[in-house]
């Protein structure tokens, strides 16, 4: 079983609009958990972190369960900016392990 | 500025030719890894280090060689590239300072094509 799994989409959305990513995680383990944003070819970027607690910053929100073992990123009000791959990370500080799932693909049409 | 700084970006080989990929990060980290990434894959880790002279294999370290002889450089080793390591390499350096205080800063990458 993958340490981390996505949907891979693509996700083709108008801008403006709401959209959801989720993806779950398999070791009860991990420790620390992110959305990490990769444009074409470049190197992934830390998005934002995600709590338990639940976080926003502007237009995304990421929400942690960790019962469940689920992650979700929302991204509101959609810009042609967004159009990226989303990756979906766990990390458990023994090895200093970050875990990646294999990304969702977005992208925001005019 | 704080960096990841990997070279070459680009390289194309052949098979059985040696190679380094060289890793130098200016932010003191004492946590550096290498992943490659594939389609369908994900990014999955080759090797990584916790600290000079410490280093240990990740998930697909074969074929591949690093070292950790000081805190700032790791270089990628590929001893005998065959096709099957064509793929895109990331290196990453980190810091850990509580669950909710570490993060990864990865390299420009380097895309590696063996014929």
């Known amino acids: 079983r993958k340490e981390v799994e996505q949907d891979p989409g693509p996700f083709n959305v108008p801008e403006g609009a709401t959209v959801a990513f989720n993806c779950t995680y398999s070791?009860?383990?991990?420790?620390?958990f992110f959305w990490y944003r990769q444009d074409c070819r470049k190197e992934p970027k830390l998005l934002m972190s995600?709590?338990?607690s639940g976080n926003e910053d502007g237009r995304f929100t990421a929400q942690l369960n960790r019962a469940s073992q689920y992650i979700s990123l929302l991204i509101r009000d959609s810009k042609l900016s967004d159009s990226a791959t989303y990756l979906c990370?766990?990390?458990?500080?023994?090895?200093?392990?970050?875990?990646f799932g294999t990304g969702t693909s977005l992208t925001v049409i005019p | 500025e704080a960096q990841v700084t990997q070279n070459p970006r680009y390289l194309i080989t052949v098979t059985g030719k040696k190679l380094t990929v060289t890793c130098s990060q200016n932010m003191n980290h004492e946590y550096m890894s290498w992943y490659r990434q594939d389609p369908g894959l994900g990014l999955r880790q080759i090797y990584y280090?916790?600290?000079?002279?410490?280093?240990d294999k990740g998930d697909v370290p074969e074929g591949y060689k690093v070292s950790r002889k000081e805190k700032r450089n790791f270089p990628l080793i590929l001893e005998s590239p065959s096709p099957n390591q064509t793929s895109l390499y990331f290196c990453a350096s980190s810091f850990f300072q509580g669950p909710r205080n570490t993060e990864a800063f990865f390299g420009q990458g380097t895309r590696l094509t063996v014929v």
């Open positions: 995600v709590y338990s």
């Open positions: 280090s916790m600290n000079v002279e410490v280093t």
């Open positions: 070791n009860s383990a991990s420790q620390s």
């Open positions: 990370v766990v990390y458990r500080p023994f090895g200093n392990q970050f875990y």
